[in-house]
């Protein structure tokens, strides 16, 4: 039976492409390692937490000892690595912590797999989960394409950039055979609201202020969770040895026109009238470093893997409201105790 760890299996894309390899593939053994940091939720995989194939890893990736022991006592043949400190934001007030997560706990994973496996390398693959931010920022035109040099703009993305660039050194240094995807904005089910789409969605239910930073014009391209994770089961297993693929939604958005066709859907499916979720619009200060405009160019993994996105944003969004309305539940557990202090000291 092949075993396959998942690292950050707890968080938003990590609990989505742990359900789909474990139920899809029921002659592996998924293994989610995850701190279970304020990001991370074991409810987020209530159905499968039973299955045999499954099996939930309470650890640090930063933790040299722990990580080398699981190595040794499990054997992963494989590694499908998206644990991180993922918001922007929070990079900004404690820049190390992301330095600390993203780029040492990487190099511990490297560590740990290299040595397991030496010259090994017989199916085995190391998957690190990138972001289209080590790319920097995009002017009114143009599209990241894999070739486009790097160039980060927050720490957040600084250290995602540097952990790609030991993936790729461990690559050309040890022979890891490894693949590495930069993908676009997701959203979806389960995504903690701090992030753009379900902080608003969380806010309108509350009539609370919608913050828009600056002036609203940023774009981003985004894309469906689960498109994600079908692009990372596919990259998986039929990418290519030291290759890189991005993966996008062919969907950009300005942050304004994506906010108001939210507020749009949320007035329909909560009965209220046209514009009242308008009305909580607030412009507030600016995010310092703000990157203008993402966007994907996707058409290596579309012509040499096949994928494309099959969920429109207007379905997609329509799903992910009708998701956070009828898990209020999940959402009160979210935002309560430390939630709170994060939103002020972020807000007000
Ligand atoms: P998330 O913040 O929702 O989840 C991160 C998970 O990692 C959490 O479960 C958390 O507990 C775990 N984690 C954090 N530090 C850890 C540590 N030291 N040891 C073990 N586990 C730890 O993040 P996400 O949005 O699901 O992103 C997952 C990956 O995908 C990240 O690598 C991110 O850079 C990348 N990515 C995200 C997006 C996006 O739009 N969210 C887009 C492209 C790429
Ligand atoms: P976010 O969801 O944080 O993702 P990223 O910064 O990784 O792209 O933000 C998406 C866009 O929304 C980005 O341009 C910043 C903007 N934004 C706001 O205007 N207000 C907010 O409160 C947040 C969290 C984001």
New binding site residues.
Partial sequence: MKKILITGGAGFIGSHVVRLFVNKYPECHIYNLDALTYAGNLENLKDVEYKKNYTFLHGDITEEEYIKSIFTDYQFDSVIHLAAES???RSITDPLAFAKTNILGTMVLLNAFKILWQNKWDDKRFYHVS?D?VYGSLGATGLFEESTPYNPNSP?SASKASSDHFVRAYGETYKIPYVISNCS?NYGQHQFP????P??INNILNDKPL????D?N?T?DWLYVLDHAIAIDLVFHKGVNHETYNIGGFNEWK?IDLVKLLCEQMDNKLGRANGTSEKLITY?KD?PG??LR?AIDASKINKDLGWSPTVTFEEGLSETIDWYLSNEEWLNNVTSGNYQNYYNKQ?N
């Fill in positions: 918001h922007v934001d972001t931010e957040y904005n701090e992030k753009l789409v902080l608003f913050p828009v930073y600056g609203g940023y981003r942050n507030v995010r703000h990157d993402y807000y």
